[in-house]
């Protein structure tokens, strides 16, 4: 099983910068593509960027060079940089990561999400 824990969420004025990390733990073999999604209220969730782990980057148009993804494969962490904060940008943020699980005959890769971290841009 894998498990993530979002942390660095929180409050931030218009402009400003905040940045989330997300730790895997568990029991894995490896973590593959990590990303982040996010949703406001009373919208679907939304891809906000991807990274492989050969560290090639995704990201939607609406954070497209604001925002920045990177990771760590050594500690299994996936960070976003988000800068030049937009109120729209309010929303709940996911983590979430394709993990490779189970004995060596048999492993498989699944999808797993954190709990989700606030982020609130005030004006």
């Known amino acids: 099983q894998v498990r993530l824990m979002e942390s660095g969420g929180g409050l931030v004025q218009n402009g400003g910068s905040l940045r989330l990390s997300c730790a895997a733990s568990?029991?894995?073999?490896?973590?593959?593509?990590m990303a982040w999604y996010r949703q406001a209220l009373g919208k679907q969730r939304e891809l906000v960027a991807d990274?492989?782990?050969?560290?090639?980057?995704n990201y939607s148009d609406s954070v497209k060079g604001r925002f920045t993804i990177s990771r760590d494969n050594i500690i299994n962490t996936v960070y976003l940089q988000m800068n030049s904060l937009k109120t729209e940008d309010t929303a709940v943020y996911y983590c979430?990561?394709?993990?490779?699980?189970?004995?060596?005959?048999?492993?498989?890769?699944?999808?797993?999400w954190g709990q989700g971290t606030q982020v609130t841009v005030s004006s």
């Open positions: 979430n990561a394709a993990g490779e699980t189970g004995p060596v005959v048999s492993r498989r890769v699944g999808d797993y």
């Open positions: 568990g029991s894995f073999f490896r973590i593959y593509t």
């Open positions: 990274i492989t782990r050969d560290g090639n980057s």
